[in-house]
């Protein structure tokens, strides 16, 4: 099938621009500027696609906290498992709020990230720091359920807390490293100085 004939059944490719369809292919944020429409500006495709990013974060952000609202407020859902998935969907809400932060002062002020000050560099370390906290309480969850099938009469909120000292802590023994090294780095761009 030639290029004119896939254009003609594939009614997505024919209302857009032409090149867009193979920008959307591969699209990430970090080959966002290397677009090749001619009637779109980089600077207007990065910022139609923050829009969307930040779109994206606030539904999530509004379901974790109605989930946890749920969960809170209903004294019968309380177990191990959901006290893991309560603090799953904590981590994943302030990740979500955190990056609407960033997309609202960092990403819409060039000059805050030229000038890499202590704010835009605290809250890119804290920003990590709770992206780490999704995959270690993701992690927690499949432990969890993974303990709960091989060992039936495994005691749960031993496990529990085993799990809470593994899903907080070590997301920020990661974090200082990476930050201990932001600020040992000789790169002036990169130091914490």
């Excluded at 867009?20 to 990065?46: G, I, Q, R």
């Excluded at 002062?105 to 560099?121: D, K, P, Q, Y």
Aim: aromatic share 12%; hydrophobic share 50%; charged share 10%.
């Amino acid at each position: 099938m030639n290029n004119e004939q896939l254009e003609k059944t594939n009614s997505v490719t024919t209302i857009l621009p032409p090149g867009v369809m193979e920008l959307m292919n591969d699209l990430t944020p970090s080959n966002v500027f290397h677009v090749t429409h001619e009637s779109t500006k980089p600077e207007e495709w990065a910022q139609q696609l923050n829009i969307i990013y930040e779109i994206g974060y606030t539904i999530s952000l509004i379901a974790l906290i109605l989930s946890l609202g749920i969960l809170t407020y209903f004294r019968s859902l309380r177990c191990a498992r959901i006290t893991i998935h309560m603090n799953l969907f904590a981590s994943f809400a302030v990740n979500n709020l955190l990056w609407l932060i960033w997309y609202a002062f960092i990403v819409t002020n060039t000059e805050l990230i030229h000038a890499n000050g202590i704010s835009c560099r605290l809250l890119h370390i804290i920003l990590h720091y709770f992206l780490l906290t999704n995959y270690s309480w993701m992690l927690c969850e499949g432990f969890y359920l993974h303990t709960i099938l091989v060992s039936a009469f495994s005691n749960e909120h031993k496990l529990v807390k085993c799990l809470m000292s593994i899903g907080w802590p070590v997301p920020a023994i990661v974090v200082l490293i990476y930050a201990s090294l932001r600020f040992t780095s000789s790169d002036a761009a990169d130091s914490m100085k």
